[in-house]
């Protein structure tokens, strides 16, 4: 049976290396940020910077937890620099824009503001807290070799990228730019039309039936809904 889906390495493998090196240079991204943030800069909204800032300190901590806790499959070099240079993509670029580099004007924080802290920590919740749960479970001698269907996943397959999708819509929205919010759509996007489908097919392949009847009864990504 092959190991890779979607392009993604399936087989298990501490990949300590490129973990490493992608965790290194994630950390470089969020020092960046507090240096944007924290050095004196004469930004138009310098506090909405700051909280962008901690917003990525925030994601690099839950980054660390999934590379060197959750994360049991290879990761490749190629992998890793690709996906830094996303996430400087949208930390530094989410940030700016925040930090009003390209209106030039302050946004006072709002109501708005707040939902954007609750997405955010929702969606952190969502997507770390699920995947704790597979992992305490996974560690019971009797779950060998069977589909994880509950905690968080009884209610959404793909409970974790949805975590994802409400953490990036409340990041984007603390930016107070429409801009940002090319990020959560077009990481939605992914999830549901790149990331999902091979995911499904590699888990197919590996339970057979019982995923097979868990996804017939269950959201594939939103509850309810899809």
Not at 131 to 147: D, N, Y
Request: with cysteine; proline share 4%.
């Amino acid at each position: 049976m092959s190991t890779k889906y979607g392009g993604v390495d399936r087989v298990h493998d501490r990949s300590l290396g490129p973990k490493l090196t992608f965790a290194l240079l994630h950390g470089t991204i969020v020092a960046i940020c507090f240096w944007l943030a924290f050095g004196g800069f004469d930004w138009a909204d310098p506090t909405r910077a700051k909280i962008l800032a901690l917003a990525a300190a925030l994601y690099f901590l839950r980054h660390l937890i999934t590379l060197f806790v959750l994360l049991q499959r290879r990761v490749e070099l190629s992998e890793g620099l690709g996906l830094t240079l996303f996430i400087a993509v949208f930390e530094i670029g989410f940030l700016l824009l925040g930090a009003g580099a390209l209106s030039g004007e302050a946004t006072p924080l709002s109501l708005w503001d707040g939902l954007a802290l609750a997405l955010l920590l929702l969606g952190s919740y969502l997507n770390t807290g699920s995947e704790l749960q597979r992992r305490a479970w996974k560690k019971h001698p009797s779950s060998k070799g069977k589909c994880y269907t509950g905690g968080l996943f009884a209610y959404s397959m793909h409970i974790n990228y949805l975590g994802d999708s409400i953490l990036f819509t409340g990041w984007a929205l603390l930016t107070a730019s429409l801009w940002a919010f090319s990020i959560p759509a077009l990481m939605t996007f992914m999830f549901i039309f790149y990331h999902i489908p091979p995911l499904d097919a590699y888990l197919a392949d590996r339970y057979g039936d019982p995923f097979k009847a868990y996804a017939a009864k269950t959201a594939k990504f939103l509850p309810f809904v899809y």
